[in-house]
């Protein structure tokens, strides 16, 4: 069944360092997102992506964050100058169609920034 | 407040119990999902209703859509301590793009 991956499944970062998480989402599908989520806490929408550009973001992802889809098949979400708060899982998820489609989720990244 | 939240926050049954958790939702919405999330993992989809849907099945799940009350709810039958897990009812927000906003969801314990 195809799935969602990413990598790396955990990474630990000095404040102030730059990550990279990535993503392969399912081959067909054309919607990409990245979610969010502090330990415990609710899952936050971070960013939409179609068509090699942001479709809609919200306002956690601010300057500090890009996505990019580099090759057609990664989509990367970059976190420049990480801060503490910035520990959380990652998740990407990908759709087939736009708007209220189920959305497929992969494992996650879990960032600890120290 | 937020676009989706469930009820109750924390729900401990025993095994073969029924399960009911509850959703409330403040926009007009096209669909209402349903996720699962084990703990540490990924979502992972369990069932979609439509706005003109009032109810539906899937295997032990029922969903119930009240669009003048805007609210859902998920109930898993005869639960089985496998189902332990937090439940997040989803909508999606239409604000020129799309995004999928979840809930802060209900942790259910089922108890062997």
């Known amino acids: 069944e195809p799935e969602v991956t990413q990598t790396p499944s955990h990474q630990v970062t000095q404040m102030g360092q730059e990550v990279i998480l990535r993503c392969v989402p399912i081959?067909?599908?054309?919607?990409f997102y990245w979610y969010r989520q502090i330990l415990g806490q609710k899952v936050e929408f971070l960013v939409s992506?179609?068509?090699?550009?942001?479709?809609?973001k919200s306002e956690i992802f601010d300057d500090q964050f890009s996505v990019e889809r580099p090759d057609g098949s990664n989509f990367t979400l970059k976190i420049r100058s990480t801060k503490l708060e910035d520990s959380a899982m990652y998740f990407c998820?990908?759709?087939?169609?736009?708007?209220?489609?189920?959305?497929?989720f992969g494992e996650g990244s879990r960032l600890t920034v120290l | 407040s937020q676009q989706g939240e469930e009820d109750p926050q924390a729900l401990s049954i025993q095994e073969g119990e029924n399960a009911t958790m509850n959703c409330s939702y403040k926009?007009?919405?096209?669909?209402l999902q349903w996720y699962r999330q084990n703990s540490g993992r990924g979502l992972v989809h369990l069932i979609l209703?439509?706005?003109?849907?009032r109810e539906k099945h899937s295997g032990r799940l029922r969903v119930t859509l009240d669009t003048s009350k805007k609210s859902s709810s998920l109930l898993i039958t005869a639960s089985r301590a496998a189902d332990t897990a937090s439940y997040f009812c989803?909508?999606?927000?239409?604000?020129?793009?799309?995004?999928?906003?979840f809930g802060a969801g209900t942790r259910l314990f089922v108890k062997a």
């Open positions: 081959s067909n599908h054309l919607y």
């Open positions: 989803a909508t999606v927000l239409n604000t020129g793009g799309f995004k999928t906003i």
């Open positions: 209703i439509r706005s003109n849907e």
């Open positions: 926009t007009s919405i096209n669909n």
């Open positions: 992506f179609y068509n090699n550009e942001i479709s809609e």
């Open positions: 998820a990908s759709s087939e169609g736009q708007g209220p489609s189920e959305l497929f």
